[in-house]
């Protein structure tokens, strides 16, 4: 049986787009740009399409909300939970090094 859990998602994005994408996660505060941008280079595109769009939402937060949630020093709205989440479990297996 094949694995599918890293099947790359089809190409929903075009390259301006990804541009764009990729600059939101650079942040006003270096912490967030060590979470936010190794984590998309290395793992958006094989996000479902569903993620993608969560994460990009997640991307409009503050940057007082995103480090606090990343940092976990307070608890992410529900919404982003899940996205937070595979973002630390990214950082904790040093992917993002």
Same mark, same amino acid.
């Given at each position: %049986?094949? =694995?599918?859990? #890293? ?6 994005? !075009? #390259?301006? /787009? ?9 942040? +006003? %505060?270096?912490?967030? /740009?060590?979470?936010? %941008?190794?984590? &998309?280079? $290395?793992? &958006?595109?094989?996000?479902?399409? #569903? #993620?993608?769009?969560? &994460? ?5 937060? @503050?940057?007082?909300?995103? &480090? =606090?949630?990343? %940092? +976990?020093? !307070?608890?992410? =709205?529900?919404?982003? $939970?899940?996205?937070?989440? /595979?973002?630390? @479990?990214? $950082?904790?297996? +040093?992917? +993002?090094?």
């Amino acid at each position: %049986m094949e =694995n599918t859990s #890293k099947q790359q998602v089809p190409e929903q994005y !075009s #390259k301006d /787009d990804l541009a764009r994408i990729q600059y939101q996660c650079r942040r +006003g %505060m270096l912490e967030l /740009d060590v979470f936010l %941008m190794p984590y &998309f280079e $290395q793992c &958006f595109e094989y996000l479902t399409v #569903k #993620k993608q769009a969560l &994460f990009i939402e997640m991307l409009t937060e @503050s940057d007082p909300d995103l &480090f =606090n949630w990343l %940092m +976990g020093h !307070s608890e992410a =709205n529900q919404r982003y $939970q899940e996205i937070i989440k /595979d973002i630390h @479990s990214f $950082q904790l297996a +040093g992917a +993002g090094k």
